[in-house]
């Protein structure tokens, strides 16, 4: 079994900054990719940030230049630094793995989510 677990969420004020970790354990064979979502009360969960262990990433268009997304390989762990943060950013914060294998089933993958932590940012 493939768990991830999210810390950091918190309230700060408007222009501050959180970072976000999530690590994810288990019998974990391999990650391809881990990525962060978000949900706002009364709104679809979306697509934050995404990064390939081979380090391509990819951001939704209103955190470009405010949030970054980096992966520990080593400790299968990803972090979203978000700066300059403003009151629409608030939301729960989801961690996400698309493709994880197993060490029991090393050929099929497997997506995992978080729990969530919750990230308000004050005005």
């Known amino acids: 079994q493939v768990q991830l677990v999210e810390s950091g969420g918190g309230l700060v004020q408007a222009g501050?900054?959180?970072?976000?970790?999530?690590?994810?354990?288990g019998s974990i064979f391999r990650i391809s990719a881990m990525?962060?979502?978000?949900?706002?009360?009364?709104?679809?969960r979306e697509l934050v940030a995404f990064?390939?262990?081979?380090?391509?990433?990819?951001?939704e268009a209103s955190?470009?230049?405010?949030?970054?997304?980096?992966?520990?390989?080593?400790?299968?762990?990803?972090?979203?630094?978000?700066d300059?943060?403003?009151?629409?950013?608030t939301a729960v914060y989801y961690c996400?793995?698309?493709g994880i294998f197993t060490t029991d089933h090393p050929y099929r993958s497997l997506e995992v989510w978080g729990q969530?932590?919750?990230?308000?940012?004050s005005s």
């Open 116 to 121: 969530g932590t919750l990230v308000t940012v």
């Open 96 to 98: 996400n793995a698309p």
């Open 16 to 25: 501050g900054s959180l970072r976000l970790s999530c690590a994810a354990s």
């Open 35 to 44: 990525a962060w979502y978000r949900q706002a009360p009364g709104n679809q």
């Open 63 to 82: 955190v470009k230049g405010r949030f970054t997304i980096a992966m520990d390989n080593a400790k299968n762990t990803v972090y979203l630094q978000m």
């Open 51 to 59: 990064i390939s262990t081979g380090g391509i990433t990819k951001y």
């Open 84 to 89: 300059s943060l403003k009151p629409e950013d």
